[in-house]
């Protein structure tokens, strides 16, 4: 039972993480006008770090209470539960490369769509973010 209240916590305050890097993302700030921005680069880039290391918290606490990630073999045995293994995957998924060497079961393939979606929307606004920028001057 504390075991299962933990978990809860844990998968409450990590989802509160990112929500808040999201947040952080869109808010309002001023940049310079132009194609390419460090600043708008960096934010973004930490950004994406401080998601991916969120998610693979998510997923790893997750497989506290349940199987997260199968591999990919005809055997579908369980994927090791290491934190290690969460980030690899959390990497995989936010850079939408999906190797395809681990596989999302359960209540995983849904937090991994998010995850993959959130890895190609942050990127495009970026970018929209940089063109409308440069279209103002």
Known sequence: MLHYMVSTILIGITIL???????????????????????MFYKL?????????GFAVLYYVLSFNEVVL???????????????????FSGVTILSVGYGDLVPVGSTRFFALIQAGLGLLLPAAYFMKALSGREEE
Do not use: C, Q, W
């Open 70 to 88: 199968r591999i990919n073999d005809p055997t579908g045995e369980p994927a090791e539960h290491t934190f290690l293994t969460m980030l690899y």
């Open 45 to 53: 880039f930490f950004v994406l770090l401080g998601v991916t290391l």
């Open 17 to 39: 993480f990112i929500a808040t890097n999201l947040y952080y993302f869109f808010t309002h700030k001023s940049y310079k006008k132009s194609y390419f921005d460090s600043a």
